[in-house]
């Protein structure tokens, strides 16, 4: 009940801010002693319910920026897919993974753009560059890889904050289908039944927790709060995988 109850907090605040929550997935379930061959694929399962809603939420908005978000979620893709098929010892594993949450929860600190969209810096242009690194770490680890984008994507102006909301849960999403493909190829189609079959009321509770986080979070609390929370959250999980 502990590690559902967590897993519904944790959908509820990062689709809040337009995240799907994966990487803080992988935390609760390594500190729970989760088989870590398997939890890449929970996590990105849990990561896709999330960001699919807010996908079809912005879309049906009309603010996805669809030509340059899909150049970048595209770029990231296959990298997503050869990172998810990289074979990775659970020493490596865990402290991949605590840094990168840590460095998650660092980013999610970082100002972002205004709401109305700015004129872009000349960094802004190597976006696609970065895309391609993020998208492996994602699958490495089984994240999205947004929660390090949309900082880099809001210092660099690249867009409206709404327009780059929109852009991180698309490539969210495209990299959890890509990354998720490449485990299941490492591991085997069955690998999924068993994780599912074991914990599928951790997707319920991600379903339940994403849907109250993208309708109501946001206007309970101010989103600078919830990005605190959120952080907080993260970086105390990642510290926690690092100092055993």
Request: charge should be positive.
């Amino acid at each position: 009940m502990i590690l559902i109850a967590g897993f519904f907090i944790t959908a509820l605040l990062y689709a809040s801010v337009g995240f799907g929550g994966g990487s803080t997935y992988n935390a609760l379930l390594a500190l729970s002693g989760f088989d870590y061959r398997l939890l890449p694929i929970v996590s990105l399962a849990c990561n896709i319910v999330v960001v699919s809603a807010s996908t079809v939420q912005f879309a049906r908005a009309g603010v996805t920026p669809w030509r340059k978000a899909l150049t970048l979620s595209l770029l990231a893709a296959p990298a997503a897919f050869l990172g998810g098929l990289t074979p990775i010892r659970q020493e490596t594993f865990l402290v991949v993974l605590g840094l990168s949450l840590v460095a998650a929860g660092l980013a999610l600190l970082l100002p972002r753009a205004a709401e109305r969209e700015q004129r872009p810096l000349p960094i802004a242009r190597l976006a696609p560059v970065a895309a391609v690194p993020l998208g492996y770490l994602a699958g490495l680890v089984g994240i999205g890889g947004g929660i390090f984008f949309a900082p880099l994507l809001h210092l660099a102006r690249w867009a409206g904050a709404r327009q780059i909301a929109a852009t991180t849960a698309l490539f969210i999403l495209i990299n959890s289908v890509t990354g998720l493909l490449g485990q299941l190829a490492k591991s085997g189609p069955a690998a999924f039944g068993q994780a599912a079959a074991a914990h599928w009321p951790l997707l319920i509770a991600v379903i339940a927790g994403g849907q109250i986080g993208t309708h109501l979070a946001v206007r309970l609390l101010p989103e600078r709060v919830i990005r605190w929370l959120t952080a907080a959250l993260t970086v105390y999980a990642g510290s926690r995988l690092l100092l055993g």
